[in-house]
């Protein structure tokens, strides 16, 4: 396994850091506009048959600007899921260019689970889709959502009959949604669960790599040019060894997210996703309150751009479960081999 990134991934890297530098008024339609999206659809779908280390790429150099947005639903929840399972009639319906995705992947009380408790019932056209789903990002902005059910995934459509949205809160302040279905009208994507689940952790691990990333860079430059007592403050012993910690933590995570995109772009049986999810519940948001003590002050200033970095932290948090969910995972996951 080779952890670094190819001319491709390279090139595509090189697109959003050039987009991002440019500051756009509306970054999400600047992706859009330059095809970081539809390059990831397959050649027969009006795409470059890009895939999901590509889409991690983008992901990835996305949050180490603290500016994910729409992007982690639709790419790493929608498009790229999309463009691995569902047959080609069926994406072409679901992904019009512009259009925001996203995947509906926790009922009340269980995040990613492997036998949902929304039901779907075939019927003579379409699925008919009944159950809850909670923080569900992007849902009511979104094209289609995904839903997992006791049947495989249905595509929904969240302004269709049947189907309930209400704001619920986040850190960050992206919208977020309880969904609830009541007979919905949907079409049948796949059987393929956890092949979603797979490569929507897998983003959510690319995501979390720039978070850890860019926090980790933008304190330490902190660091560097704040003066105490004559001297920089990296230069404190205490200091240096709180940054180390940051910055272990920080590449264990990048390990961590590539490895587990390598696994779902091969579809391959190992599966390191309850380790990732776990550094992701458990240590990411303990790493971005020590960026915050070692900023100060300044780092609670909404000016200053370390609170979107632990906002965006502390929703990746939520979204997977949780530190002792996850860390019950791991272990059922030990104790099974």
């Not at 859009?32 to 795409?47: K, N």
């Not at 923080?135 to 289609?144: D, K």
Request: net charge negative; hydrophobic share 50%; charged share 15%.
């Amino acid at each position: 396994m080779d952890f670094t990134r190819d001319a491709t991934q390279t090139m595509v890297a090189e697109m959003v850091r050039g987009l991002l530098a440019r500051e756009p008024e509306d970054l999400w339609t600047a992706l859009t506009d330059a095809g970081l999206c539809m390059m990831l659809l397959p050649e027969a779908a009006g795409g470059d048959g890009l895939g999901l280390a590509e889409a991690a790429t983008v992901l990835t150099e996305l949050a180490t600007a603290a500016a994910v947005g729409p992007a982690l639903a639709t790419i790493g929840f929608g498009i790229v899921p999309l463009a691995s399972i569902a047959e080609p009639e069926v994406l072409a319906t679901a992904v019009p260019p512009g259009a925001i995705l996203t995947a509906a992947l926790a009922e009340p009380g269980m995040a990613f689970p492997d036998d949902p408790l929304t039901t779907a019932v075939p019927g003579d056209a379409a699925m008919s889709v009944t159950g809850t789903k909670i923080a569900v990002p992007y849902a009511e902005q979104a094209h289609r959502i995904l839903v997992p059910t006791d049947k495989g995934i249905v595509l929904v459509d969240p302004s269709g009959d049947g189907v309930k949205l209400t704001r619920s809160p986040s850190s960050s302040g992206d919208p977020e949604y309880v969904v609830e279905l009541n007979c919905a009208s949907g079409v049948f994507v796949s059987e393929d669960i956890q092949g979603l689940y797979r490569i929507a952790l897998a983003a959510i691990g690319a995501v979390a790599d720039g978070l850890a990333a860019g926090a980790a860079k933008l304190t330490a430059s902190h660091l560097a040019a704040r003066h105490q007592f004559g001297k920089p403050l990296a230069t404190f012993q205490a200091v240096a060894g709180e940054i180390a910690d940051v910055y272990v933590t920080a590449r264990t995570i990048h390990v961590a997210a590539v490895s587990a995109v390598w696994q779902a772009s091969q579809r391959s049986s190992a599966n390191d996703n309850d380790v990732l999810a776990y550094w992701i519940a458990a240590e990411l948001p303990a790493a971005m309150q020590m960026c915050h003590h070692l900023h100060g002050g300044i780092g609670v200033d909404i000016t200053y751009p370390m609170h979107r970095y632990y906002s965006a932290a502390k929703d990746l948090a939520r979204l997977v479960g949780g530190a002792s969910y996850r860390l019950d995972s791991v272990g059922a996951a030990c104790s099974s081999n």
